[in-house]
């Protein structure tokens, strides 16, 4: 991990799209303003984790399903 130091009004450049910029510190909370390309999604990590966790699962009972299906689908074949 790249830890750097900032201060407020003062920015971090990632690439030459993505540009992090602390806003205000009041005790333990930070404020930052990102300025990122439209097609590049956002996510607090919170809500990250839960959409992977999400995908995970629905790819599994997709899995189900075909699974399930090609098993009835043999059994017709028979």
């Known amino acids: 991990m790249l830890i ?3 201060r407020p009004g003062e920015s971090i450049h990632l690439g030459d799209n993505i540009k992090i910029t602390v806003l205000s510190v009041k005790g333990k ?3 930052i303003g990102l300025d990122v390309p439209d097609d590049v999604p956002v996510y607090r990590e919170e809500l ?5 966790q999400q995908n995970r699962m629905a790819l599994e009972s997709l899995d189900q399903d ?5 098993s009835l689908w043999q059994k017709r074949k028979s």
């Open 29 to 31: 909370q930070i404020k």
């Open 66 to 70: 075909l699974m399930a299906a090609a």
């Open 48 to 52: 990250y984790i839960k959409v992977r």
């Open 4 to 6: 750097l130091t900032r």
